[in-house]
């Protein structure tokens, strides 16, 4: 049927009434319109897919399309840069001996990254390596040939699209491609199986220029705010009689490069995993109403506050721990503790306390013990991660990283944070590329030519 605009549907349109079918003043037939097909038909062919455009994956893209591989990237949203872009997780955290790392602060300002800009320095490191991205292309499928993957299925707006690689990274954060495969995947801690909550991490403006800034460490949280009390004691007090929600134990408030301006990270639920529809949605609601109590407690209680209000809040819930991969080695707490180097690795000299967010109720789980030294964390010696953590048991031709490559639930508290991923990144991209390069595969690949290039 098709159909055809007259004078009064126009006016219908204009005046905010809806019109099935209004297209200015073209007819149109309805059959025109493509529907969003089961399998589109598009066929993609790649010598190494990457899933996932957050610090992990873009570090990876690049670095093997640098090695001249070619490269395509798929992210599910429509902005490269992971949690510090979408989830406006900030700063950017954790030391590692990395050029590449060091390269990508060069670009974009170094930890204090401007996150309505960053995503596009991305986007020209990307491009600069000759990778192909595709945004808004949610990977949902493994293709396998016996145990080897051989490529990934992705729904978009187009339908089902289809891409076959030699190698397939999984940077997706959660190991949704590596459990699609068949890769055996951990989740949560010993135990009772809780993850660290989920977080609305958000923007204010409005602070004044004289105002006091609290972070998560013992100096920042110990800073007076009144007379005699610190920020620190206020926070605990009004959490306790209801002022605000039961798990917001520390509120950190980070200065963001403008006057005025601070990134807030105080707001946490429990009990609920990322990898659940469900949890995702009563996480998303539940931590955006608890940002404006926050809000109000600030506003009532910290002398400069008065003034401030919500400047930005992101599109999707912080999400710090889902799925570990097991791979050939797993990273344990004591190798960080002790600083353990391996012959095999491809990230030297990470640096980040073990930072458990409690997975059971406010502030952190280390020292639950202590619980009104709300915020501690273990301290670790610069360590390496091996190539055998992001290489997984099981399947072939599917390297893992980022987050969810093989740790413990303690070793994931340290190396989750931006920089490390993206040095893992970094090492995961150069191993793929390698071992193409060289006609094999991942774990027989020349680790000392691969440590050439990433610590010259
Ligand atoms: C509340 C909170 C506060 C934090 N604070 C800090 C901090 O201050 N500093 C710091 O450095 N770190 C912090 N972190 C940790 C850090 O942000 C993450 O651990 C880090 O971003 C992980 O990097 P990644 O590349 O492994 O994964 P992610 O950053 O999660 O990136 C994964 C990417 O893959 C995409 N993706 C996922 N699934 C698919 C799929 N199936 N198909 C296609 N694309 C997919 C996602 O959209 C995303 O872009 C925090 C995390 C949270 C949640």
Not at 86 to 92: D, E, I, N, S, Y
Not at 316 to 323: D, K, L, M, N
Request: glycine share 12%; net charge positive; with cysteine.
């Amino acid at each position: 049927m098709s159909f055809k605009i007259n004078r009064r549907q126009l006016i219908g349109a204009i005046s905010g009434v809806s019109l099935m079918g209004f297209c200015g003043e073209k007819s149109f037939s309805a059959q025109t319109i493509p529907a969003v097909a089961s399998n589109s038909g598009r066929n993609f062919e790649t010598e190494i897919l990457v899933c996932g455009g957050g610090p992990a994956g873009f570090a990876a893209a690049t670095n093997a399309a640098r090695l001249g591989r070619k490269v395509l990237i798929l992210e599910r949203y429509g902005r490269l840069g992971g949690m510090g872009i979408h989830a406006r997780v900030w700063p950017l955290m954790g030391g590692v001996n990395s050029p590449f790392v060091k390269e990508v602060h060069a670009k974009i300002g170094g930890n204090g990254f401007d996150p309505e800009r960053a995503d596009l320095y991305l986007a020209d490191f990307l491009e600069q390596a000759g990778a192909t991205i595709l945004l808004h292309a949610w990977a949902t499928e493994a293709i396998t040939d016996g145990n080897r993957i051989v490529g990934v299925k992705a729904i978009s707006k187009e339908g089902i699209l289809t891409i076959r690689a030699k190698l397939v990274i999984d940077a997706t954060g959660d190991a949704d491609i590596a459990l699609a495969a068949g890769v055996p995947c951990e989740m949560g801690r010993g135990g009772d199986g809780l993850v660290q909550p989920m977080s609305i991490m958000f923007a204010i403006e409005g602070v004044a220029d004289n105002a006091k800034y609290s972070g998560s460490e013992e100096s920042a949280r110990a800073i007076k705010i009144g007379d005699n009390e610190t920020w620190e004691t206020v926070t605990t007090r009004a959490q306790k009689n209801g002022e605000l929600p039961a798990t917001v134990g520390v509120v950190r408030t980070y200065k963001m490069g403008r006057s005025g301006k601070a990134c807030v990270n105080a707001t946490q639920i429990n009990g609920l995993f990322g990898t659940k529809v469900e949890d995702l949605t009563q996480a998303e609601l539940e931590c955006r109403r608890q940002a404006f109590r926050v809000v109000e407690f600030m506003r009532k209680h910290i002398p400069g506050y008065e003034n401030i209000y919500v400047s930005h809040m992101p599109a999707v819930i912080g999400v710090r721990e889902t799925r570990r991969i097991c791979g050939l080695e797993q990273l344990k707490r004591e190798d960080l503790i002790t600083g353990r180097k391996w012959d095999n690795a491809i990230v030297r000299g990470a640096r980040f306390v073990l930072d458990i967010h409690n997975p059971a109720g406010g502030g952190q789980a280390e020292n639950q013990d202590q619980h009104q030294i709300q915020g501690s964390a273990a301290q670790v010696k610069p360590y390496d991660i091996p190539a055998t953590c992001v290489i997984p048991q099981k399947v072939d031709g599917l390297l893992v990283a980022g987050r969810c490559i093989s740790g413990t639930h303690e070793a994931h508290s340290s190396y989750r944070v931006q920089n490390i991923c993206m040095a893992i990144g970094t090492g995961v991209g150069v191993l793929a590329a390698t071992a193409l390069n060289d006609n094999t595969i991942p774990v027989e690949a020349d680790m000392k030519k691969i440590q050439k290039i990433l610590f010259p």
